[in-house]
C-alpha cells in the first residue's frame, strides 16, 4: 500500500518577529497560526514540536491496536501522551505516557506489544530521536 497525503505551511516575516499558518490536506488544521512565541512561549497557536507530538501519539496508538489485535485481544480503550522535548535547536527526547485498557491481557504480554508499537509504528521509525515509554494497563 503506498499513499501520499500533504500538509503546507506559510511564513511571513522575521523568526523572531514573524507569523505563519499551517494547514493539512483534510483541512483539520486550515490555516493554522503558529510563530515565535507559540513555540518558545505562550502564545496562541500551534507549533512544529505540538504537531509532532500529535502525530506521534495517533500514530503509536493506532499501531498499537493493530499489534494487540494481531495478539488475539481488542483494545477497549488506548489514551497516549507524546511530550516533546526540544533542546539546542533539536528534538532531544520523545516520551510516550500510555494508559490503556485490554480485557483478559496480562502487564507482561502488554507492555511486549507497546514495546513493539514503539519500535515499530511509521513515525517512530522516521525519527531521529530517542523516544522512551511509560506504559500501563488499567
Given at each position: ?34 510563530s515565535?512565541k ?77 514495546k ?23
Open positions: 500500500m503506498k499513499f501520499t497525503r500533504q500538509a503546507s505551511a506559510n511564513w511571513q516575516g522575521s523568526g523572531k518577529d514573524g507569523k505563519g499558518t499551517v494547514s493539512t490536506q483534510s483541512t483539520v488544521l486550515n490555516n493554522a497560526q503558529y515565535y507559540t513555540r518558545f512561549e505562550d502564545g496562541v497557536g500551534t507549533n512544529p514540536e505540538e504537531l509532532v507530538g500529535a502525530a506521534h501519539a495517533g500514530c503509536f496508538s493506532m499501531k498499537l491496536s493493530f499489534v494487540i489485535g494481531g495478539m488475539g485481544f481488542v483494545p477497549g480503550n488506548i489514551d497516549t501522551v507524546a511530550k516533546v522535548t526540544f533542546e539546542d535547536g533539536k528534538i532531544s527526547n520523545i516520551h510516550l505516557d500510555l494508559k490503556a485498557s485490554v480485557e483478559g491481557m496480562s502487564d507482561e504480554q502488554f507492555q511486549a506489544a507497546a513493539e508499537a514503539k519500535e515499530t509504528c511509521p513515525i517512530s521509525v522516521s525519527l531521529n530521536t530517542e523516544i522512551t515509554l511509560t506504559a500501563v494497563l488499567v
